[in-house]
């Protein structure tokens, strides 16, 4: 019988989190989440409570953590800009004292650690589409660089381990991903477009509509996570994660009214402060390493998310 891996997933009551703790028991392992509530749920992970491979801790990463473990997936953080700008002092300590109490517990416990860092990294990027070598364009006293930096901060502290240390680290830059369990309330583009689109409200475009996005659906994002966790040690990333295909957001807020079959209009808000202005993943290498590529064409995947806001919100 195959040993069970004890795997510490943090951030792991969220949006993504609570899809890759599925994921991982699913295939077997003992998961332990990790999660202080900020944005995540005991609500997400519901279902997993009664498993006997489960374990749910209310825990902040700004603090140590004494815990054994084999593997690490290191997601707390808030995830999107209103509730990242909400704090922004406790979103940078999440990022860099979270990486820093990670790094330093899988050192201690000689676990493999995988960090969900963003294409935020890039900024507004001048280069497009980004590749992994691209080094990005952020405004480093703007609202978005708690998270920018925060998250730039946290790869430098996990290549710095991983030289000064060894320690075997796997540092994905994940795209704007979305799917069941977004929160209803962050702001985000899809969530926003589909609960104003129910609720026959209007739709709200922020600036001209012509900026561009990348979407991936979450459980092709979850399978990248697996796989690069299983890679070999030598190869550390940082891999882009995400879904080339890319829309401007009136295209999207007109295919939510499309398939959620909607009356509401589309009304143009003014565009947020440093709002990158396209953003798409050049995957080759993800492609190579992980012979990964996302399988869930936008439409199918909308419809997912909006059969999900629908059963929970509107029935
Ligand atoms: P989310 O807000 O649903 O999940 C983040 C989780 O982290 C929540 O459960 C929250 O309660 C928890 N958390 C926040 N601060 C914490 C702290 N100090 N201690 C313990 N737990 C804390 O967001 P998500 O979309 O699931 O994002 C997960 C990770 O993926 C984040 O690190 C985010 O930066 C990254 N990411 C997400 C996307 C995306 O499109 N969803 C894109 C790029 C990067
Ligand atoms: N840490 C933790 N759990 C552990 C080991 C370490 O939370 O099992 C935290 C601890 O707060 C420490 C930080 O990780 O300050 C960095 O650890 P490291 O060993 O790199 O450095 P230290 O500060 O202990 O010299
Ligand atoms: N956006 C929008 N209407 C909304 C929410 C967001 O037009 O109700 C735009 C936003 O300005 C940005 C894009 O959609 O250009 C994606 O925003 P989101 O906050 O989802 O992600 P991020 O900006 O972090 O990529």
């Known amino acids: 019988m195959k040993n069970r891996k004890r795997v510490l997933v943090t951030g792991g009551a969220g949006f993504l989190g609570s899809h890759l703790c599925e994921r991982l028991l699913a295939a077997g392992n003992d ?43 290191n997601l707390a953080c808030p995830a999107s800009p209103i509730h990242y700008q909400h704090d922004p ?71 710095d381990y991983h030289r000064q240390h060894a320690l075997s680290i796997k540092v994905i830059r994940i795209f704007n991903t979305y799917g069941p369990r977004m929160h209803p309330n962050d702001g985000r583009v899809v ?33 990248g996570f697996l796989r690069f966790m299983d890679t ?25 009214i499309r398939l959620t079959g909607s009356t509401s209009r589309i009304e143009h808000h003014p565009l947020p402060q440093d709002d990158p202005k396209q953003r798409r993943p050049d995957i080759t290498k993800a492609r190579a390493l992980l012979d990964w590529e996302p399988t869930v064409p936008l439409e199918e995947g909308l419809d997912r998310t909006i059969a999900y806001f629908r059963n929970r919100f509107f029935t």
Not at 35 to 61: K, Y
Not at 116 to 138: L, R
Not at 235 to 254: R, V, Y
């Open 89 to 159: 002092v406790q979103t940078t300590k999440t990022s860099v004292h979270g990486a820093i109490n990670m790094l330093g517990l899988a050192k201690r416990v000689g676990a493999r650690i995988l960090q969900a860092s963003t294409s935020e990294v890039y900024g507004d990027p001048a280069v497009h589409p980004q590749p992994e070598d691209y080094w990005g364009n952020v405004n480093p006293v703007g609202p978005r660089a708690c998270y920018d930096e925060g998250k730039r901060c946290a790869e430098t502290l996990f290549f």
């Open 232 to 256: 070999p040690a030598a190869i550390t990333g940082p891999l882009n994660l995400g879904n080339p295909g890319e829309f401007t957001m009136l295209e999207l807020a007109e295919t939510v």
């Open 31 to 73: 998961v332990l989440c990790v999660d202080n509530f900020f944005t995540g749920s005991r609500d997400n992970v519901l279902r997993l409570l009664s498993d006997p491979h489960f374990e749910l801790m209310r825990h902040d990463v700004t603090f140590p953590l004494y815990v054994e473990v084999d593997e690490i997936y």
């Open 191 to 223: 969530s926003n477009f589909i609960i104003q689109a129910m609720k026959g409200e209007p739709i709200t475009v922020y600036g001209d509509g012509q900026q561009t996005r990348s979407f991936c659906y979450v459980d092709d994002l979850i399978e």
